[in-house]
């Protein structure tokens, strides 16, 4: 099940039924199980804190990944997403900030099912993931 919700920011997301397919495709495409994933669309301020109390990183991300299955192949987690972060992100980048958003998505969906972007050469595998997925999403 994927469940989408809003902390302290007010967004909804544009045709979840079609971001739900794509999820499970990309999960199933990476030989995983999907169980549960919760995404909470929230603020810079809201992440900062989240950040600073799990992390103990003091600065802004777009995003932050909690894995929480026990399994090793099935996916199951929380994804904070800051809107404020992507719409920044999608001016400096000059993409429109649904396609920023659908990118920050999967890179969560990325995280749970074992990329990591720890280094230049995971970042690079990581974002041609990405970009392969983000091909698809115009297919579900």
């Given at each position: 099940?994927?469940?989408?919700?809003?902390?302290?920011?007010d967004?909804?997301?544009?045709?979840?039924?079609?971001?739900?397919?794509?999820?499970?495709?990309?999960?199933?495409?990476?030989?995983?199980?999907?169980?549960?994933?919760?995404?909470?669309?929230?603020?810079?301020?809201y992440?900062?804190?989240?950040?600073?109390e799990?992390?103990?990183?003091?600065?802004?991300t777009d995003?932050?990944?909690?894995?929480?299955?026990?399994?090793?192949?099935?996916v199951?987690?929380?994804?904070?997403?800051?809107?404020?972060r992507?719409k920044e992100?999608?001016q400096?980048?000059?993409?429109?900030?649904?396609?920023?958003?659908?990118?920050?998505?999967?890179?969560?969906?990325?995280?749970?099912?074992?990329?990591?972007d720890?280094?230049d050469l995971?970042k690079?595998?990581?974002?041609?993931k990405?970009?392969?997925?983000?091909k698809?999403?115009?297919?579900?």
């Amino acid at each position: 099940m994927i469940q989408f919700f809003a902390e302290d920011v007010d967004y909804d997301l544009p045709n979840p039924t079609k971001v739900k397919r794509w999820l499970k495709f990309v999960i199933e495409s990476e030989s995983f199980t999907l169980n549960q994933m919760n995404y909470i669309f929230c603020s810079d301020e809201y992440l900062l804190n989240m950040n600073r109390e799990h992390l103990q990183h003091d600065y802004y991300t777009d995003i932050i990944t909690f894995d929480t299955s026990d399994d090793e192949k099935q996916v199951e987690g929380e994804i904070y997403i800051s809107t404020d972060r992507v719409k920044e992100n999608a001016q400096t980048m000059e993409i429109t900030f649904d396609e920023e958003l659908r990118r920050v998505i999967v890179h969560g969906v990325l995280h749970l099912v074992g990329y990591n972007d720890e280094n230049d050469l995971a970042k690079s595998k990581m974002r041609g993931k990405e970009d392969f997925y983000l091909k698809n999403y115009k297919y579900q």
